[in-house]
């Protein structure tokens, strides 16, 4: 072979190395209609789906009292470092969130969730919990993204159902 194909041999080789490597990050970003779960980079199919999907909305409900004040968190850092749990709803659906105030009742109310996304990361008791609003209440300000902070305790319970 002569130095020209060689090269031309290991160029095709490397661009098609990288192109695999994209492909595979890819999939990372995009996140299919129903239940998905990454860890570490690899998608995973949990055991039990529907009892993860359910506990994963309870925790939207129970978790307002924990809202953050902050709209973003890396959840494909936590793909490839710990585990991302998505639901990804097709239609939304309504939960119910309690709100406490110190003067009065607890205030339940009701909202139109479109994704819940719990991040898990390795080695952190940063675990968030991400509910997104399909349709905001723009006269209250109310934001179409929820970021919460779950408890260590909750997010060993989702990585015990996956």
Known sequence: MSRSTVAMTVVTLICFS????????????T?????????????????????????????AGENYQYWLATDYYDGVRGKLFGTVVTINYPTPIDITWTEY???SDPEMIPVTVSK??????DNSDECRLIV???APETEHSNPSV???RMLPDQ????LKLI
């Open 18 to 29: 990288v192109a695999i490597i994209f492909l595979g990050l890819a999939t990372l970003y």
């Open 31 to 59: 996140e299919p209609d129903g239940l998905s779960v990454v860890s570490h980079g690899l998608r995973i199919s949990p055991e039990n789906s529907a009892e993860l999907k359910e506990k994963l909305e309870i925790l």
């Open 101 to 103: 105030t110190a003067d």
């Open 116 to 121: 819940i996304i719990a991040i898990i990361p």
């Open 132 to 134: 997104y609003r399909p």
């Open 146 to 148: 929820y970021v919460f």
């Open 155 to 158: 997010a060993n319970e989702l």
